[in-house]
């Protein structure tokens, strides 16, 4: 259990013996790991180390090649509807369709989902992450730090149980960061369990209070993200 975790408490998600392969090649050979509701963990490691392969498997998207995957309840192998629903995701990279509007994003998202009076949050996500004044503009023009940022609105729209952000501050400004910094906090605050996966140690310690670090597929250290030092993680990596 990760460290400050409450006690008797089942985690929001738990990874056993995760495997991933895609024809020879297998990008997760064994991870395991667990995140607690109302807590932030951060996935680290260097690219190629399996964390957006992991993260994948964790929003439903690609099924687990062999263990034992559990999100909000659900297993990952045989409900991954019931995972795509129960998550919000931000991917590493895509998502986003090109010729839409960040406001058509909102609509479709919230059609999918069900969603009442979604309008509000929907409009004040977007003037949070400085997407307000481009609303109504079609998205391929965006450059690559506003569609991070319309990706983790996307991922937060619905205040899901368990938000998964792969590499929400790649390209992204300071005020980008701010933001996506305050998405997290507010998702703690409601006891939603967050996952952050990226290669930047510090910005993922400012948002994290748990630390899991992947190496060449494998989970090679799971700690207090206060006890990850510069040094330490170097280590870790090599």
């Known amino acids: 259990m990760p460290p400050g975790a409450p006690s008797g408490a089942a985690p929001a998600v738990q990874v056993r013996d995760l495997h991933v392969r895609f024809g020879e090649v297998e990008a997760v050979s ?73 406001w058509e994003h909102l609509q479709l998202s919230a059609r999918l989902r069900r969603l009442d009076d979604w309008e509000a949050r929907g409009r004040d996500l977007l003037e949070r992450f400085e997407l307000g004044d481009v609303a109504h503009r079609v998205v391929g023009g965006f450059s690559h730090g506003m569609s991070r940022r319309l990706s983790v ?21 300071p005020l980008g960061v701010d933001a996506t910094l305050e998405i997290v906090a507010d998702a703690r605050a409601r006891g939603a369990c967050v996952l952050l996966s990226t290669h930047l140690r510090d910005l993922a310690l400012e948002a994290c209070s748990t630390a899991i670090v ?16 510069g040094e330490a993680y170097r280590a870790l990596l090599d």
């Open 214 to 229: 992947l190496r060449g597929g494998n989970r090679v250290a799971a700690m207090a993200a206060a006890d990850l030092t």
């Open 153 to 173: 609105v996307l991922a937060a729209l619905h205040e899901p149980a368990v938000l998964l952000l792969d590499e929400p501050f790649d390209g992204v400004d």
């Open 30 to 102: 064994g991870v395991d790991l667990s995140a607690e509701a109302g807590r932030a963990t951060a996935l680290l490691g260097r690219n190629g180390a399996g964390k957006s392969t992991t993260m994948k498997v964790l929003a439903g998207v690609v099924p687990p090649t062999a263990g034992a995957v559990t999100v909000a309840g659900h297993d990952a192998a045989t409900e991954s509807l019931a995972v795509k629903r129960a998550v919000g995701y931000c991917p590493d990279v895509g998502g986003l369709v090109p010729r839409a509007t960040p």
